[in-house]
């Protein structure tokens, strides 16, 4: 099985994990990456970066010339994506920049005129309802008129794309897995006196955007309500909430039970993840981001969850999006927005150690069966199978 995957994300090598473990799934199989080799991700990592080519046995990322270096919707391709295509005939695209991606329908468009006769998929994680005018809505159109199969990162964006009339093959899951090997039980003893955490003080966590839609204030709604207990909140990231947030704890008198950590390499975030008790993403649902085709936002996915879960941490989310679906019963998800649930949740785990520990081991075991790259790998694998059977 020839199976070619584009997009931009991956760029970044560690995002190649799931699908190095794809090429190792089984002899046969061979994986080749398509890339932009030039891309400007903005941002904080607001550099040009130019990509390498790479090979490592049935495994590979091929740099092809690009038009557009930051915008994903108009991303597009040279000619050297011709050679690349009639020289190796794929059996699998699959194009993850979502349905109204222009380089979803170059692929498809070359895919027909080479006459490779491949399968054509792409991946979204768009999870919001939303309405096309033309040009727009006939390109859509076309993509979904040339899908063979979907894979999408959330039960709503399921729903979304089956409202829009399509009827084939679907597969939920996330684009990226969890690493097993760094994300992994791995007690912080010393990084606990460091921070001058005491042994009988329950930490809190959270690991994201500072940002209102992330449900911090409710956060420390919820565990101003438990200052009898001893606890400590661990928040680790940055965003443009910070100073009202640190407003807010004074006003709660709570400053003096935050720990602030700046964002960390991704490598040292599983260290901060295992000083947690609990790790909480109190996710809010908003109207108030607009896009030309739609309104708001809600949680895709939740990644950190998984992280947190593949370090034996306990976890705590509302149920904004994809966030119930992802816990489902290896964790407690309470009403988002709801500070007194929220209460209610991180009291259950501060009142009874067994208990979270239960959960704790639960969401494990989940991560180990259904979040790593090599489960996401098996999962994408079999999806295939089932495509070019039919």
Known sequence: MKILVASHTYIVDLNREKLRKLAQLAPGIEVTVVV???????????????????????????????????????????????????QWRPDIIQVEQGAKAIAYSEFITLNRLLGLKAKNLFFTWWNLPYQLKFPVSVLESYNLRHTDGIIVGNQDGAEILRDRGYSGPLKIMPQLGVDETLFRPHPQPELRTQLAILPDEFVVGFVGRFVEEKGLLTLLQSLSQLADKPWKLVLLGRGPLKDT??????????????????????????????????????????????????????????HVLIEAMACQ??????????????????????PEGNAEALQDCLSKLMDNPVFAEELAHRGYQRAMEHYTNQALAQQQFEFYQTILEE
Not at 319 to 326: H, K, L, Q
């Open 313 to 334: 941490v306990a976890v705590i989310g509302s149920d904004s999006g994809e966030i119930p679906n992802v816990i489902q019963d290896a964790g407690l998800v309470f």
């Open 36 to 86: 932009p080799r030039r891309w400007r991700p903005g941002g904080v990592q607001n550099k040009l970066i130019e990509t390498q080519f790479l090979e490592e046995g049935s495994f590979r990322v091929m740099p092809i010339s690009n038009f557009s270096q930051n915008n994903q919707g108009l991303l597009t391709f040279g000619a050297d994506l011709i050679s690349l295509l009639r």
């Open 245 to 302: 947030l640190f407003q807010k704890a004074t006003e709660l008198k709570l400053q003096n039970r935050l720990i602030w950590i700046e964002s960390v390499p991704h490598d040292e975030v599983q260290r901060y993840i295992n000083l947690m008790d609990v790790l909480v993403l109190p996710s809010e649902t908003t109207d108030k981001f607009k896009t030309l085709t739609s309104a708001g936002w809600k949680e895709q996915f939740g």
